[in-house]
């Protein structure tokens, strides 16, 4: 079974939220912005991490 790909808005809706949270929200922002630009280098080369070409994040 493939994983489900990370929900980036999602991410980043909660990353900007008010209220309790689990983990800090400075954490999940910065995750956000790294996954994004790994998505967006993945894209425009094929491969990021060594990957295999079609494997995503």
């Given amino acids: 079974m493939k994983p489900e790909p990370i929900d980036l808005d999602a991410l980043k809706r909660e990353a ?15 995750v956000h912005e790294e996954l994004s630009a790994l998505r967006a280098i993945q ?5 990021c991490f060594g990957l295999p070409p079609g494997q995503t994040l």
């Fill in 16 to 30: 900007e939220g008010t209220g309790d949270c689990v983990v800090q929200r400075a954490w999940l922002a910065r």
């Fill in 43 to 47: 894209e425009r080369l094929g491969s």
